[in-house]
């Protein structure tokens, strides 16, 4: 019997909304200290989809005022507007009706809810709401979430092309705290899941690409590193060797030692 051949990594795109893109990791677009270093972080880390917090980034709204899109234009990234710092599904709403106009008719978003502004925990029955009514009004929806994998599967039964539940608070660090959590996300999904919050380091992130994850977004571990150019291309290495491991299948775990080079069949 012939064996199959793995997938080329230009076979194995990551396909959101009916668009395939090659890189499997999304970055933001704040805290940077300025546009130029913005600019550099996220070519550095290949990524592909940038998300732009509408309510506290310029990208039009502003016209006297430095846009993000003079530096990361539409024709080469997908934007991904999000609705950062909203607490109430109506504010989500609404910050999403006003990118598709910013963005000329652009339907792709990133709902995030919040529930309290210390831990920027996700307020699930707001987010609910929002993305019931975002889903009705045509809007192509990529959510976060917490890592409940009920709350996980209700979101994707209601239309949201993808499901981004939370590894650990936003901006924390903390890299996953609930792998089997985020694993049963994965094992039950048929959209893509993506975690979204809480990857500190490069290891985080491969992490969670082993773990079946279709691919990581972040921002603070990037734009608050030493040298966040350097950061992004470490991220974007460890999203490419995440993905090889988990479609290269790791070895079982085992208790004892298993030698490297068996003994049976030598030579007495």
């Not at 609930?178 to 994965?186: E, H, K, Q």
Request: charged share 20%; with cysteine.
């Amino acid at each position: 019997m012939t064996q199959a051949h793995p997938k080329s990594h230009a076979e194995d795109a990551l396909i959101i909304a009916g668009k395939a893109y090659s890189s499997r990791l999304l970055v933001g677009t704040g805290k940077y200290k300025d546009l130029d270093e913005t600019r550099r972080a996220v070519e550095a880390s290949g990524a592909e989809i940038v998300t732009v917090a509408i309510r506290r980034t310029n990208i039009g709204q502003n016209p006297s005022e430095p846009s993000l899109l003079d530096v990361l234009p539409p024709e080469r990234f997908t934007i991904l507007p999000n609705t950062a710092g909203c607490y109430t599904a109506e504010d989500a709403v609404r910050t999403c009706r006003l990118a598709r106009e910013l963005l000329d008719g652009h339907s792709l978003v990133k709902l995030e809810v919040l529930g309290d502004p210390k831990t920027l925990y996700p307020d699930i029955t707001a987010t609910l709401s929002a993305a019931e009514q975002l889903v009705k009004d045509g809007f192509q929806v990529m959510v976060y979430t917490s890592d409940d994998p009920i709350i996980a599967r209700r979101l994707e039964q209601m239309g949201c092309v993808a499901v981004m539940p939370l590894a650990a608070p936003i901006g924390s660090g903390l890299g996953i705290q609930n792998r089997y959590n985020i694993l049963s996300i994965v094992e039950n999904a048929g959209v893509p899941i993506l975690v979204d919050a809480g990857v500190g380091t490069a290891s985080d992130a491969a992490v969670a690409m082993e773990l079946g994850c279709s691919g990581v977004l972040m921002n603070t571990a990037i734009a608050e590193a030493r040298d966040p150019v350097r950061m992004a291309r470490a991220m974007r290495h460890a999203i490419v060797a995440g993905r090889e491991a988990f479609l290269a299948g790791r070895m079982p775990r085992r208790r004892y030692a298993s030698a490297s080079s068996p003994l049976d069949g030598t030579l007495a």
